[in-house]
């Protein structure tokens, strides 16, 4: 080999060397979730903007709500995999995934919206719900308090006793199931974007979901009564691909920043989007309806331990965990 040759040899090594940088400057991110119109597509949408603005656009977000990429078991699978780069679902959604979720699901956790985001903002606590699942081929990128919980119902729900053999659905989560069912009612597991025709069809006669769902999906076409849970608010978590991230290279950093960035932007929103959803569904002919505050006290002795019996052993010591973290902020 001469030397002109030898150059020439070197050189395509040098390519061959250079291509994973050259892969990390036009990456994909896929960003999926079952609902619409709500606090999650915001979170998705600013993220998309806020990572495309940190890399320069060498990452560039697509944008997925409504279930597009399927149902949240099949996105989930699809972060795990890594044909997916982030999935943004109810915690109860991943409690197949690992237990530990289900520790979220437990009522009574937040006094209300802005206590439950202090909660979850708190350092010590961001840094346990990032192990959660972590040994999954999936990381917590994020965790936000959606809203508060509600059943949307044909027969109106003025009492906890009319709560008695309504089939609702719940999004998958079995801590949800044992609160459901003791309170008498019969509770299935569903994906949100399967919810609409048999809410329809009167396989479902009610749905249990945050307060802005509803009001997206347009069921006060279905139905026109929506009862408020007490103290009992749903948690939305963001799992990425810890693969996709490091696949980034010296880009992983960018995108880690952006999603602290969004939760900056986005948490602020969450009242508004709850106002919004309100108008929404009384302007559709919905009522809001609010327990007694007897049934309230009976609501919550009955659910806090049904579904704690249902917490595995860790997810019972991140209970604990999010328990104190509550009662640090709420001095």
Same mark, same amino acid.
Request: glycine share 8%.
């Given at each position: 080999?001469?030397?002109?040759?030898?150059?020439?040899? *070197? @050189?395509?090594?040098?390519?061959?060397?250079? $291509?994973?940088?050259?892969? %990390?400057?036009?990456? /994909?991110?896929? #960003? &999926? =979730?079952?609902?619409?119109?709500?606090?999650?597509?915001?979170?998705?949408?600013?993220?998309?903007?806020?990572?495309?603005?940190?890399?320069?656009?060498?990452?560039?977000?697509?944008?997925?709500?409504?279930?597009?990429?399927?149902?949240?078991?099949?996105?989930?699978?699809?972060?795990?995999?890594?044909?997916?780069?982030?999935?943004?679902?109810?915690?109860?959604?991943?409690?197949?995934?690992?237990?530990?979720?289900?520790?979220?699901?437990?009522?009574?956790?937040?006094?209300?919206?802005?206590?439950?985001?202090?909660? *979850? @903002?708190?350092?010590?606590?961001?840094?346990? $719900?990032?192990?959660?699942? %972590?040994?999954?081929? /999936?990381?917590? #990128? &994020? =965790?936000?308090?959606?809203?508060?919980?509600?059943?949307?119902?044909?027969?109106?729900?003025?009492?906890?006793?009319?709560?008695?053999?309504?089939?609702?659905?719940?999004?998958?989560?079995?801590?949800?199931?044992?609160?459901?069912?003791?309170?008498?009612?019969?509770?299935?597991?569903?994906?949100?974007?399967?919810?609409?025709?048999?809410?329809?069809?009167?396989?479902?006669?009610?749905?249990?979901?945050?307060?802005?769902?509803?009001?997206?999906?347009?069921?006060?076409?279905?139905?026109?009564?929506?009862?408020?849970?007490?103290?009992?608010?749903?948690?939305?978590?963001? $799992?990425?691909?810890?693969?996709?991230?490091?696949?980034?290279?010296? #880009?992983?950093?960018?995108?880690?920043?952006?999603?602290?960035?969004?939760?900056?932007?986005?948490?602020?929103?969450?009242?508004?989007?709850?106002?919004?959803?309100?108008?929404?569904?009384?302007?559709?002919?919905?009522?809001?309806?609010?327990?007694?505050?007897?049934?309230?006290?009976?609501?919550?002795?009955?659910?806090?331990?049904?579904?704690?019996?249902?917490?595995?052993?860790?997810?019972?010591?991140?209970?604990?965990?999010?328990?104190?973290?509550?009662?640090?902020?709420?001095?």
């Amino acid at each position: 080999m001469n030397r002109r040759q030898c150059l020439a040899h *070197l @050189a395509g090594l040098g390519a061959f060397a250079f $291509l994973p940088a050259a892969r %990390a400057q036009n990456l /994909v991110m896929k #960003l &999926t =979730t079952t609902t619409t119109d709500d606090l999650g597509v915001d979170w998705l949408t600013a993220y998309k903007a806020n990572i495309e603005a940190a890399t320069q656009n060498k990452v560039k977000g697509q944008v997925y709500p409504a279930s597009q990429l399927g149902t949240a078991q099949r996105t989930i699978e699809g972060v795990s995999m890594g044909t997916v780069e982030m999935a943004l679902n109810a915690s109860g959604m991943y409690e197949g995934l690992d237990a530990r979720f289900g520790a979220l699901a437990v009522p009574g956790m937040f006094d209300s919206i802005d206590h439950g985001m202090k909660v *979850l @903002a708190d350092a010590d606590v961001k840094k346990r $719900l990032a192990s959660i699942a %972590a040994n999954k081929g /999936v990381e917590v #990128l &994020t =965790t936000l308090v959606h809203s508060q919980c509600s059943i949307v119902s044909r027969k109106p729900i003025r009492k906890l006793s009319d709560l008695a053999g309504q089939k609702i659905r719940v999004p998958g989560s079995s801590i949800l199931i044992a609160q459901l069912r003791q309170l008498g009612a019969n509770p299935v597991s569903m994906s949100l974007g399967e919810v609409l025709p048999a809410f329809q069809n009167g396989t479902l006669d009610g749905v249990y979901s945050g307060t802005p769902i509803p009001s997206a999906l347009k069921y006060f076409d279905v139905a026109k009564s929506q009862t408020l849970l007490p103290s009992t608010y749903i948690s939305i978590v963001g $799992l990425a691909s810890p693969t996709f991230l490091k696949s980034a290279g010296p #880009l992983e950093a960018a995108l880690r920043q952006a999603a602290r960035k969004t939760d900056a932007e986005i948490g602020p929103r969450v009242h508004a989007r709850v106002a919004e959803a309100r108008a929404i569904w009384e302007k559709g002919g919905g009522e809001m309806i609010e327990l007694s505050a007897a049934d309230a006290k009976t609501y919550l002795d009955a659910v806090i331990p049904a579904a704690m019996k249902e917490l595995s052993p860790e997810a019972r010591k991140d209970y604990e965990a999010l328990r104190a973290a509550g009662a640090k902020y709420r001095a």
